[in-house]
């Protein structure tokens, strides 16, 4: 989604489609909830700023991140445009950081592969809680932002 010399922070308004008539579901991953609820709030606010009406924002809670594959995949036999799963891994002391990361990052290329609407991945994957604060409203922006003009940018595609 982003890279050092490549933050979708700074993106090019023009070649962002009017979000009037799009549905867009956001699954939210209730681990490390703070950090999740923040990429929502910055994805919900980019999509409105971009004028998507807050009623065809919908909101689908997971318990953890290793949900958001199935929680992307019902919602993409729904009516959406798109779909932005949203949650935040940190690395502990046993190897479920690998376990999760690998099955999500696959689960939701697979879900691009076969499915009909785009699933846009805003799931951090950090070493420590001070990296994913600054990725989610810090010094390294708020990659929820960066998720909202990703998934616009597909629409149509
Ligand atoms: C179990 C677990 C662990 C250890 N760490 C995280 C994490 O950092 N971030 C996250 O989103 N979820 C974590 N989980 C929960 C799993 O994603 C999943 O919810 C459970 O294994 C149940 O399937």
Redesign the pocket.
Known sequence: MVTADNSLSQYDQSKIFNGKNFRIALIV????RDI?EALFQGAKTTLINHNVSPENIVRID???????IYGASTAQQMDFDAIIAI??????E?R??EF?SNA?AHGIKDLNLNGKSPVVFC?LTDDTIVQSKARSGGDKGNKGIEAAITAMRMIGM
């Open positions: 991953s209730e681990w490390n999740t997971v318990p953890g991140s290793f949900e958001l949650g935040c891994i940190i690395q502990g046993t479920h950081f999760i999500v799931v």
